[in-house]
């Protein structure tokens, strides 16, 4: 048995420790796995963590590109070519979440306090570019930050989006219990079945107890999984806070290379992991970019782009 062998199913752990907090980020998937504030009270979760042998549980804490989100029915068109991915959601028929959320991640870089993963994107059937994707996290006194970049090593323009996929954790209970503040005054509507993008919406227009929380109150029954918009930026930074009833949480915030958001109250019914978290995915692009081409980032040979963001505690 090779040492490969040996390691924990999510793969190589790489510890990171600064001040008051201590990550880990796992090498399958450049999966961010635990993420802790020590702070008067105690230590305390501020992600849904996962154990380092155990296969990651959905998207937990994983590096999302070359889209996040959805391709609808895997089928896309770009440079006048029709592609044809697999259907990474088959109960609704779509290709979800780009192609390195299973690959084994290379550390480039590592000191006590950072780490930076790479990664490449062969080309493939669906998708003919090679990408080298690196996802960089750092601890600071501010919290954790996340970098999730790619650089196309093709001779052809690539289409491209990037995010991440925490699910927060405000403290005891479940997200009904928790009050969220999210800056966004629009929402991209979905079909009810299969998730479809269908219109872009204001916050207040339809379903208001839904989708607007421009002013921070609990979330409750709300059960969302949309793409949020029309982000209110101070000094250009967005930020989402998820507070509980004592006023601490955690916050995530961001800058204008991710115009969008995705909210999902992780709702598996029946299920012990019944929304104990909630995702929140800063985006370069909406689900079906590859589609619309809304927010897409055309990719130049040798270009490089992504976004970033921070998980800060409360």
Known sequence: MTSRERRPASGTQHLLRSGDYHAVVASVGASLRVLRHRGPAGERDLIVPFDADEVRPAYRGVSL????NRIVDGR????????????TEPERG?????LVSWLDFDAVDKGADHVTLAAE???QTGYPWRLCVESAFRLTADGLEQTVTATNMSDTVAPFGA???PYLVAGPGRVDDWTLELPADIVLAVTDDRLIPTTEQAVDASDPQRFDFRRARRIADARIDHAFTGLRRADGVARVRLTDASGSGVSMAWNEACPWVQIHTADVPGRATDRIGLAVEPMTCPPDAFNSENSLIYL?????????WTIAAI
């Open 65 to 68: 590109a070359p889209w996040p």
């Open 300 to 308: 130049d040979p040798a270009a490089r782009a992504g976004g970033s």
């Open 94 to 98: 779509h290709a979800l979440h780009g």
């Open 76 to 87: 896309y068109r770009f440079g006048g070519v029709d592609h044809v991915l697999p259907l």
């Open 121 to 123: 994107i062969e080309p």
């Open 163 to 165: 995010s991440g996929h």
